[in-house]
């Protein structure tokens, strides 16, 4: 395994994100319309199913009779109801589609009608979950990069598909990964400590709901503002 330095985990995803987008970029160019709507489908479709996956095997547990029995409710709605109110009053998503605006100005692409869409979604799709904080904290505290990497592979592969149909500015979500894993590794010695089994499992919970969304969004259009859920994951991992 390549011995890095606090972050390096960080910097290969963002690389990862870099390389996927650009191969997508170029590959979607080639590509009709019909095909690039295709492929975003696919990628909907796909991440709908993880997402929903994922959440249903944090939801249910099997008890020893055989029977199904339906777990953490009451912190679900409670971290997504909470989380939602915190962030609609601070404008998480407003403040992510200005700053998508300011990257689009900043980079020549006024005239991409896409690229805020394709860089707010792909930089939720690629930020939210357990992978993104744990690895973070791994990074720093163990030198441990293998969830990152594994992240790294994973986020290459969607973003590229991302790329292709939505646009150069799902690219742009590397800057995202790189502030925020970059921020969850610098104070790693914080969190480590509230990074119990319990805070993991819920935020893995609430994570996957939010992943899923996303995944109605690239299908159906930006009907829930996912960044203004963001906060639930907070609520989720400090649930007791």
Same mark, same amino acid.
């Given at each position: 395994?390549? $011995?890095?330095?606090? !972050? ?9 994100? +870099? *390389? /996927? ?5 170029? /590959?979607?160019?080639?590509?009709? @319309? @019909?095909?690039?709507?295709?492929? *975003?489908?696919?990628?909907?479709? &796909?991440?709908?199913? +993880? !997402? &929903? !996956? ?14 199904? $029995?339906?777990? /953490?409710?009451?912190? =679900? ?23 998508? $605006?300011?990257? @689009?100005?900043?980079? %020549? ?8 869409? %394709? ?15 744990? #690895?973070?904290i791994e990074d720093r505290l163990l030198g441990n990069y293998t969830i990152l990497y594994v992240k790294s592979t994973l ?6 598909? =991302? ?14 990964? #790189? ?9 790693? %010695?914080?969190?480590?400590?509230? =990074? ?10 609430? %994570? ?5 969304? +996303? !995944?109605?969004?690239? =299908? ?17 991992? *400090?649930?007791?």
């Open positions: 395994m390549i $011995e890095g330095f606090a !972050g390096f985990g960080t910097l290969v995803n963002v690389a990862g994100i +870099i *390389l /996927g987008g650009v191969i997508g970029l170029h /590959g979607g160019r080639l590509l009709t @319309k @019909k095909i690039q709507d295709t492929l *975003l489908m696919s990628c909907a479709v &796909a991440v709908i199913f +993880i !997402g &929903a !996956g994922s959440t249903f095997s944090k939801m249910f547990k099997i008890n020893a009779d055989g029977s199904l $029995e339906m777990v /953490g409710t009451m912190m =679900m709605i409670a971290s997504l109801t909470l989380g939602g109110l915190i962030g609609e009053i601070i404008d998480i998503d407003g403040h992510m589609e200005r700053f998508g $605006e300011w990257l @689009k100005k900043k980079s %020549g692409n006024d005239n991409d009608s896409r690229f805020v869409d %394709g860089f707010v979604t792909a930089s939720l799709t690629v930020c939210i979950g357990a992978m993104a904080i744990i #690895g973070a986020d290459a592969i969607i973003i590229l598909v =991302m790329t292709a149909s939505m646009g150069k500015g799902c690219i742009f979500s590397a800057i995202s990964v #790189g502030i925020f894993q970059g921020a969850i590794t610098f104070f790693a %010695g914080f969190l480590q400590p509230l =990074m119990t089994e319990i805070a993991l499992n819920n935020l893995s919970y609430v %994570g996957n709901i939010l992943i899923f969304c +996303i !995944g109605i969004n690239l =299908m159906f259009g930006s009907k829930i503002k996912v960044a203004n859920l963001l906060p639930s994951l907070i609520i989720a991992s *400090l649930w007791i």
